[in-house]
């Protein structure tokens, strides 16, 4: 478009259901171009908990991954609210997610 932004890779449409969850959540996502895609989790104080690999995807495909409530080290997070932010090729794309975990 006129602003330089692709109307497609501005809106991978990250979605997440059950949401509030527990014990786990599973995001659904189009992948706005090809490349490997992360969905990456972080805690309201910006700290990245963990990164979910979703594989080597096309552009347009649909993605999919489940977060357990766990960090990379396996350890279960607390209770409280998240942020998913979906990455291609290490480029974060789109819209953050709001997750609130309930335990």
Same mark, same amino acid.
């Given at each position: 478009?006129?602003?330089? %932004? ?37 805690? %309201? ?19 999919? %991954? ?10 279960? %997070? ?26």
């Amino acid at each position: 478009g006129p602003t330089g %932004v692709d109307p497609v890779a501005a809106s991978p449409d990250l979605t997440a259901r059950p949401n509030p969850f527990n014990p786990q959540t599973d995001l659904f996502f189009t992948s706005p171009k090809a490349g490997t895609a992360t969905i990456r989790i972080h805690d %309201v104080l910006g700290r990245l908990v963990t990164t979910l690999q979703a594989g080597d995807l096309p552009a347009g495909a649909q993605g999919r %991954v489940t977060w357990r409530g766990r960090d990379d080290a396996g350890r279960e %997070v607390a209770s409280g609210t998240y942020f998913a932010a979906l990455a291609v090729d290490g480029r974060c794309v789109g819209e953050i997610r709001k997750l609130s975990l309930v335990r």
